[in-house]
């Protein structure tokens, strides 16, 4: 096959100067011009593009056997004629043309047009963003920007903005991202998704173009990891980094780079495996890490036995992980091991389907996460965790005695199978005790006529009282109780504080401190009596 060199072609039609590299926009698509020049047997010049969305494009750069560019995707590339093809408008052109800023010829200066402008966050649009240099967000998303413009207008124009949208605009390299914002020295945050920007030569040179930068958005940029690392002497006060949607697989060591994040989203990348987190698990001051839709199946911090925690992500307090194929406990157990972790987001894995109900599901990431305060957007209470580990320490008790487990301290040496499973079981032990053998009893079903219990509630403090005797079904959670004793006694649930006596274990009251619970959690069977009191 013939291959031909871009840059010799023989050129009839007038096309902006190093056109080879630049971005284009065409019917509403944007893509990278990789060739101009003839394309035989048809006469003039013609474009080859390759083309963000590949279903765009027609073949992958050649055409009649012969070669002109290379693409990444079989079908990515087309030829279209120059005079079809947008390359782009300014900076401040984009901006007067977004915000319809307009003079007037009266000559009072700037203002916004009747037209609906888009709001960036001020009280009053009309009065506050009536001249450009009051503006302080600004987003000129798919506007078609392919540079700064004029020398030093942006810095006249616009001083003030302190966040940027660029997305989906005709930026080709980092040197054109950066023409732009040296010029915006109050920079904050910049979002440059939907771009393909070529790796500078050497981005430490671009280094003063992005000195205040905290937020940057490089979503479905097309970057590697080894990219962004290149990159990143760029960025030396970053604390949010958004990688969304770049096929990202590999991951890397930051090594004097990106020590200051915060925040790092690496959502839908298609990660190798959990061990590629280890290659960033030394980020210092990362506390919210968002693993979203990445395959992640497995994780693992070996530095520790189950039980300790890991050196490992030491800040890490917020972890994402929905949309994934978590499956095993192993996983939430590797979690445990973290530090700091506080906040966890685990929608949509097999793993949340696989006991009788989400609910239990629930509890027992609570019970197997010791320091966890939002799971699911949902806020841990107290008796929440208090209800959790203790059904905990009872569903696995039976395991725990099996494993070699003991109610006595000096007997007690489960299985290092059963502690790598339950890795929390030996402090639930220490926290609430051994469970009591009665609480060890296992379910047996019943039918429907014998699942009522006879339950006498006794109220010590009002003597004159009689016992009340009620059936009720042993699946009425406590809540439920509280309500009926309300009926009876019309004393506030809130105030009522129960606790009962069996027969199988004289002498002793056992405290019913859950409301979310069910009377079977607690063992209660029939003829057993609670003590109703109330402060």
Same mark, same amino acid.
């Given at each position: 096959?013939?291959?031909?060199?871009?840059?010799?072609?023989?050129?009839?039609?007038?096309?902006?100067?190093?056109?080879?590299?630049?971005?284009?926009?065409?019917?509403?698509?944007r893509g990278t011009v990789c060739y101009v020049g003839n394309v035989p047997p048809t006469a003039g010049v013609w474009l080859g593009v390759e083309w963000d969305n590949p279903e765009r494009g027609k073949h992958d750069g050649s055409h009649e056997g012969v070669r002109y560019f290379h693409t990444s995707h079989p079908t990515g590339?087309?030829?279209?004629?120059?005079?079809?093809?947008?390359?782009?408008?300014?900076?401040?052109?984009?901006?007067?043309q977004r915000y319809e800023i307009e003079k007037e010829d009266s000559g009072e200066g700037m203002k916004i047009s009747t037209k609906p402008v888009e709001r960036i966050g001020f009280d009053s649009v009309a009065q506050k963003q009536s001249q450009l240099n009051k503006l302080e967000e600004v987003s000129i998303e798919r506007c078609e920007?392919?540079?700064?413009?004029?020398?030093? =207008?942006?810095? =006249?124009?616009?001083?003030?903005?302190?966040?940027?949208?660029?997305?989906?605009?005709?930026?080709?390299?980092?040197?054109?991202?950066?023409s732009i914002t040296r010029q915006l020295v109050n920079l904050r945050e910049l979002q440059l998704s939907d771009n393909r920007l070529s790796i500078p030569a050497s981005p430490a040179s671009l280094t003063p173009a992005f000195t205040s930068l905290k937020v940057l958005v490089l979503s479905n940029t097309g970057v590697s990891w080894s990219q962004v690392l290149e990159c990143a002497p760029m960025w030396p006060v970053l604390e949010a980094l958004h990688l969304s949607r770049n096929t990202i697989t590999e991951l890397q060591e930051p090594v004097s780079v990106l020590q200051s994040l915060t925040l790092l989203d690496i959502s839908h990348n298609p990660l190798a495996g959990g061990s590629e987190l280890q290659k960033i698990a030394a980020l210092p001051r990362l506390e919210r890490l968002i693993l979203s839709n990445t395959g992640l199946s497995s994780i693992q911090f070996s530095d520790v036995a189950p039980g300790h925690k890991t050196a490992m992500f030491p800040a890490l307090r917020c972890l994402a992980?929905?949309?994934?194929?978590?499956?095993?406990?192993?996983?939430?157990?590797?979690?445990?091991?973290? =530090?700091?972790? =506080?906040?966890?987001?685990?929608?949509?894995?097999?793993?949340?389907?696989?006991?009788?109900?989400?609910?239990?599901?629930r509890q027992l990431i609570i019970a197997k996460i010791a320091q966890l305060q939002l799971l699911n957007k949902s806020k841990v209470v107290p008796d929440e965790r208090k209800g959790a580990e203790l059904d905990y320490r009872k569903m696995f008790g039976l395991l725990w005695l099996a494993s070699g487990g003991n109610r006595d301290p000096e007997l007690d040496k489960p299985s290092l199978a059963f502690i790598a499973e339950h890795p929390r079981y030996q402090f639930l032990i220490q926290k609430y005790g051994a469970p009591e053998e009665g609480e060890l009893k296992v379910q047996q079903p019943f039918a429907l006529k014998n699942q009522l219990l006879s339950i006498t509630f006794i109220c010590p403090d009002m003597t004159e009282k009689k016992p009340i005797e009620k059936k009720l079904p042993d699946s009425m959670t406590i809540q439920k109780v509280k309500g009926l004793l309300y009926r009876?006694?019309?004393?506030?649930?809130?105030?009522?504080k129960l606790t009962y006596t069996s027969s199988k274990m004289e002498g002793r009251e056992i405290e019913i401190d859950n409301d979310l619970k069910p009377l079977q959690f607690y063992s209660i069977e029939d003829g057993d009596r609670v003590l109703v009191r109330w402060s």
């Open positions: 096959m013939t291959v031909i060199n871009p840059q010799l072609s023989s050129m009839t039609e007038t096309v902006p100067g190093e056109t080879v590299g630049r971005r284009v926009a065409c019917d509403g698509e590339a087309s030829f279209i004629r120059p005079k079809k093809a947008s390359f782009g408008v300014d900076f401040l052109t984009a901006v007067k920007v392919s540079g700064a413009g004029p020398e030093d =207008q942006i810095r =006249q124009n616009t001083p003030k903005i302190t966040s940027l949208n660029l997305t989906a605009n005709l930026l080709s390299s980092w040197e054109d991202v950066a992980i929905e949309n994934n194929n978590i499956s095993e406990w192993s996983f939430v157990n590797e979690l445990e091991k973290l =530090q700091s972790l =506080q906040m966890l987001s685990c929608f949509n894995n097999p793993l949340m389907t696989m006991e009788k109900s989400p609910e239990t599901v009876l006694l019309k004393i506030p649930g809130s105030e009522l």
